[in-house]
């Protein structure tokens, strides 16, 4: 069973910044030929994209509500995929999830569909 393992979450003031990362645990799973994305949900509402980056990390897609203030990126080296969250807001305050494509070099979708492994999340809180 492949399961990609989230760290990094925390309690920050809004305004302040948080990097998440993700890397796969379980079987052998080199991430590196994969699409990865991050999704949240915050309590009472439906998980939501965020950001997905390419196998190559050529290609990123990001939610309106984080556009200019997250960012993804991947070492592929390290078998790690990040979210960098700059100038957190009160409504960024959710559990986020990292998920990864099991079919290799397929293009990054912005939808739970095209992702297959799953982590168990971790959670992201901003004061007011």
């Known amino acids: 069973q492949v399961q990609p393992v989230e760290s990094g979450g925390g309690l920050v003031q809004a305004w302040g910044s948080l990097r998440l990362s993700c890397v796969p645990s379980?079987?052998?799973?080199?991430?590196?030929?994969?699409?990865m994305v991050w999704f949240r949900q915050a309590p009472g509402k439906e998980r939501e994209f965020v950001a997905t980056?390419?196998?190559?990390?050529?290609?990123?897609y990001y939610a309106d509500s984080v556009k200019g203030r997250f960012t993804i990126s991947r070492d592929n080296a390290k078998n790690t995929v990040y979210l960098q969250m700059n100038s957190l807001k009160h409504e960024d305050t959710a559990a986020y999830y990292c998920?990864?494509?099991?079919?290799?070099?397929?293009?990054?979708?912005?939808?739970?569909?095209?992702?297959?492994?799953w982590g168990q999340g971790t959670q992201v809180t901003v004061s007011s």
């Open positions: 998920a990864a494509d099991s079919t290799p070099l397929r293009a990054p979708a912005r939808v739970t569909a095209g992702y297959d492994y």
């Open positions: 980056i390419s196998w190559r990390g050529l290609t990123t």
């Open positions: 379980g079987r052998t799973f080199r991430t590196s030929l994969s699409s």
